[in-house]
């Protein structure tokens, strides 16, 4: 999925979720563990909406489920 960049931080465990159109979500520790925990794409989505409800409403399944796969 190119258009969706995902970087995970070894050292502080914030997760930066950025889309090709340059908007991104920066992710707490404790919300990166709440996504490695999601079973499908609309548990991610309902993550993600709580940290940035715009960023998630723009994410098709297809994205979603990518963001759960690249987390696990």
Known sequence: MDNLNIQ?????GICSIIKEDGTKV????????????????????????????GFADGLDAEQAAYVAEKLK
């Open 26 to 53: 920066d992710l707490m520790p404790t919300e990166v563990t709440q996504l490695r925990e999601a079973t499908d794409g609309e548990t991610v989505k309902q993550v993600l909406s709580e940290v940035d409800s």
């Open 8 to 12: 995970l931080c070894p050292e502080t």
